[in-house]
């Protein structure tokens, strides 16, 4: 079950005449922060949703929001299954991967599918994810995982969302070339292992169990008990259908699934996913496949 910190009053009764105790302060959540391809230690604390966080970290570093490309938690590496999404372990050491080369790639669609999965830092970068083995991308050495997409013959798409980057992608016409510019992420030289993980400094009392950081786009975060098995089994099984349907990943698919969870059937959960997720347009039969699919990850997990 969720639960958000909040301040408690004290349940002891005062004696008569005593002053009256302030209500307990919410905790500061204080997290360490490094960019990925070596600097100090930084501290950051009192962000809401994964632009704030951006503006956190930069101003850390004293380096522009712009320059962040994502964010991965508890190694410093290009991983894909680290990245930071809209979830932060209270335990979690924050690594910024920042602008590093530009390049240019010329690519000739033989293929309807470039081989392609695309996901997005929730603040204007779209990235490469994932690259499919023996795909048109894979063929072309100088395109890389954790590559920010910037613009596709020379129209910049910095801003949209990775299922608008997608689209264009398939739409693009088959037979003709077209040109990726593409940014990747700087890396050191001298980084051999992997960053020692550390924790997050709480200053004041947080009950112990598993707990995360919930960023949101809209409101304040929260302190919540972090996905149960159920709900952790159920967004992968979202996540590929999103990769399956749409060439895209979305490391945040907590909307999908807790309109799931309050949803009596697929007409409910259909109108739910509307409200919340409308601008994905998701076609109905994939709004029927994930319905089955988090009913299967609730049988998968008992």
């Known amino acids: 079950m969720r639960r958000t910190l909040r301040a408690m009053d ?31 230690t930084g501290r950051i604390e009192g962000f809401t949703n994964v632009r704030e966080l ?32 809209g979830q932060i372990g209270l335990e979690d050491f924050i690594f910024a991967h920042v602008r590093g080369e530009t390049k240019e790639v010329e690519v000739t669609k033989t293929e309807d599918a470039l081989g392609l999965t695309i996901t997005d830092n929730g603040a204007g970068y779209a990235f490469i994810k994932r690259i499919k083995e023996g795909s048109i991308i894979n063929r072309i050495e100088a395109v ?28 693009l016409p088959k037979s003709q070339p077209f040109t990726l510019r593409l940014v990747q992420p700087r890396r050191a030289f001298d980084m051999i292992g992997q960053r020692s993980r550390s924790k997050c400094s709480v200053e004041g009392k947080v009950s112990s169990g598993r707990e995360t950081l ?8 929260t302190v919540e008990e972090a996905p149960s098995d159920v709900e952790a089994e159920a967004a992968r099984r979202v996540d590929d259908l999103l990769e399956s349907y749409m060439g895209i990943r979305d490391p945040e698919l907590a909307a999908v699934v807790e309109t799931a969870r309050s949803s009596a059937g697929t007409q409910a959960f259909a109108r739910g996913l509307d409200a919340v997720l409308g601008e994905f347009a998701f076609p109905d039969e994939f709004v029927v496949e994930v319905w ?3 009913g299967e990850a609730r049988d998968a997990c008992g």
């Open 10 to 40: 004290s349940a002891a009764p005062r004696e008569p005449g005593a002053t009256e105790t302030p209500a307990r302060a919410r905790p500061r959540l204080v997290f360490r922060t490094q960019l990925a391809h070596g600097s100090p």
């Open 54 to 85: 951006y503006a956190k970290i930069a101003e850390a570093f004293g380096i522009a929001p712009t320059e962040i490309l994502f964010c991965t938690l508890n190694s410093h590496k290009v991983d894909m299954q680290k990245l930071l999404g």
């Open 144 to 171: 890389c995982v954790g590559d920010s997409i910037e613009a596709i013959n020379d129209h910049s798409i910095v801003g949209c969302r990775h299922y608008e980057v997608a689209r264009m992608l398939r739409e």
């Open 214 to 221: 919930r960023l949101r786009s809209g409101g304040g975060a």
């Open 292 to 294: 089955a699919a988090i």
